[in-house]
C-alpha cells in the first residue's frame, strides 16, 4: 500500500539547519508530485513546498530563500533542507503526495516529524 | 488570517446534518478545483474530497463536497461521534503560485 514516511526533526537552534527526509513506498515515486506540508502547535495546515515529477519546484514566501526542496527517484526519496530556521518555523512537518487527478489535493500524508527551533 | 475562510467552529447532534464553508476569491476557489480533509485528534489528516465533489475510496457517501462560484462546501450527514475532528479546505492560488488551506473548522458532534 501507498506510505511516505517522514524522518530528520528534532530541536535546533534560532539559525540553526535541519535536514528532512520523506521514504516513500507502494507507488512509483517518479510518476508523482510531492509536497511539504507543516503545522504549528495548536495551529492550522500551511503548505511550505512541492516538487514536481521533472523537478519543477513552489515554495510558500514564508519559506523561500531558507528552505530547499529535492527528491531523489532512484531512492524514492524527497528532502527538505532548512537553513535559517526561525522559532516560527517550529511545526509537525509532513510529507504528501499529491494526487494524479486534475486538482491540488494530497491524497497520502505521512505520520509526521516534530521541528523545534528554540535556544 | 488565512485567504481561504472557514468557520472556526460548527456542531450538531449525533445522525444530524452538517455543513462547513470555504470562502475564497476568484484567483483560487473561483478558477481551481477544491479538495477537503479530515485531522482526527493527534493524527495526520486525511483527504475526504477532491476536485471538489469526489471521494477518494473508502470514504463513506455521508461526506459530500459542492462548489459554487468563489465558495465551496463541505456536507456531513448522518453525524457521528467519531467525525469530530479538525476540517480544511485547500486548493491552489494562480496570483500567489501557492498552495492555500483554509484555517480549519472544528466539528463537534453534541
Known amino acids: 500500500q501507498v506510505q511516505v514516511v517522514e524522518s530528520g526533526g528534532g530541536l535546533v537552534k534560532p539559525g540553526g539547519s535541519l535536514r528532512l527526509s520523506c521514504a516513500a513506498s507502494?507507488?512509483?515515486?517518479?510518476?508523482?508530485?510531492m509536497s511539504w506540508i507543516r503545522q504549528a502547535p495548536g495551529k492550522g495546515l500551511e503548505w511550505v513546498s512541492y516538487?514536481?515529477?521533472?523537478?519543477?519546484?513552489y515554495y510558500a514566501d514564508s519559506v523561500k530563500g531558507r528552505f530547499t526542496i529535492s527528491r531523489e527517484n532512484a531512492k524514492n526519496s524527497m528532502y527538505l533542507q532548512m537553513n535559517s530556521l526561525r522559532a516560527e518555523d517550529t511545526a509537525v512537518y509532513y510529507c504528501?503526495?499529491?494526487?494524479?487527478?486534475?486538482?491540488?489535493?494530497?491524497?497520502?500524508w505521512g505520520q509526521g516529524t516534530l521541528v523545534t527551533v528554540s535556544s | 488570517q488565512s485567504v481561504l475562510t472557514q468557520p472556526p467552529s460548527v456542531s450538531a447532534a449525533p445522525g444530524q446534518k452538517v455543513t462547513i464553508s470555504c470562502s475564497g476569491s476568484s484567483s483560487n476557489i473561483g478558477s481551481h478545483f477544491v479538495s477537503w480533509y479530515q485531522q482526527l485528534p493527534g493524527t495526520a489528516p486525511k483527504l475526504l474530497i477532491y476536485e471538489n465533489k469526489k471521494r477518494p475510496s473508502g470514504i463513506p457517501d455521508r461526506f459530500s463536497g459542492s462548489k459554487s462560484g468563489t465558495s465551496a462546501t463541505l456536507g456531513i450527514t448522518g453525524l457521528q461521534t467519531g467525525d469530530e475532528a479538525d476540517y480544511y479546505c485547500g486548493t491552489w492560488d494562480s496570483s500567489l503560485s501557492a498552495v492555500l488551506f483554509g484555517g480549519g473548522t472544528k466539528l463537534a458532534v453534541l
Open positions: 504528501a503526495r499529491i494526487g494524479g487527478g486534475s486538482g491540488w489535493y494530497f491524497d497520502d
Open positions: 516538487i514536481s515529477s521533472t523537478s519543477t519546484i
Open positions: 507502494g507507488f512509483t515515486f517518479s510518476d508523482y508530485y
